[in-house]
């Protein structure tokens, strides 16, 4: 390893990529444990020699490597970290939503766009509708469905 070496350091939960130097390195009975550079002193120590062996090592919810495995693993990486940041920030379903479900003929299962819960309303509400042929009580039930199932998005821009 050269003492001037830059390792790529990813962080996919934050989204952040970034390059580092190795700051210290101590030999032990177990093998050569190292510390990154700052800013990212805090991470450390780790095994040296799996990182120069493997070419990557993780650490908490960083991901140190060499470029040549960062050209490999990128594209996993950034998917499974896109992936799990839009789980993080979708809105979470109410457990109660079966009903409101059942009232607009959406699936039982899976997650809601908003446009699905909209299209299956303007569906059923051009014959609910009391000028239309339909019931009060009924289009107050779609439209309570309806209100229900988009309740989590309403902060989403």
């Known amino acids: 390893m050269a003492d001037d070496e830059e390792w790529v350091i990813w962080n996919?939960?934050?989204?952040?990529?970034?390059?580092?130097?190795?700051?210290?390195?101590?030999?032990?009975?177990?093998?050569?444990?190292?510390w990154l550079a700052a800013p990212y002193a805090s991470i450390g120590p780790f095994s040296l020699d799996e990182l120069e062996t493997q070419?990557?090592?993780a650490f908490d919810?960083?991901?140190?490597?060499?470029?040549?495995?960062?050209?490999?693993d990128q594209v996993e990486l950034r998917r499974a970290a896109r992936t799990q940041r839009q789980a993080l920030a979708a809105p979470a379903?109410?457990?109660d939503d079966r009903p409101h479900r059942e009232a607009l003929d959406l699936p039982m299962d899976g997650a809601l766009a908003?446009?699905?819960i909209k299209a299956a309303f303007r569906r059923l509400a051009r014959t609910a509708?009391?000028?239309?042929?339909?019931?009060?009580?009924?289009?107050?039930?779609?439209?309570e469905a309806r209100d229900a199932l988009?309740?989590?998005?309403?902060g989403a821009s």
């Open 61 to 72: 919810a960083c991901r140190v490597m060499s470029r040549a495995r960062w050209q490999l």
């Open 93 to 95: 379903r109410p457990a």
């Open 12 to 34: 996919g939960t934050l989204g952040v990529l970034d390059m580092v130097r190795i700051a210290r390195i101590e030999a032990g009975p177990e093998g050569r444990r190292a």
């Open 114 to 116: 908003p446009a699905a």
């Open 129 to 143: 509708h009391p000028d239309a042929g339909g019931s009060s009580a009924h289009y107050r039930r779609i439209t």
């Open 55 to 57: 070419g990557r090592i």
């Open 150 to 154: 988009m309740e989590p998005f309403a």
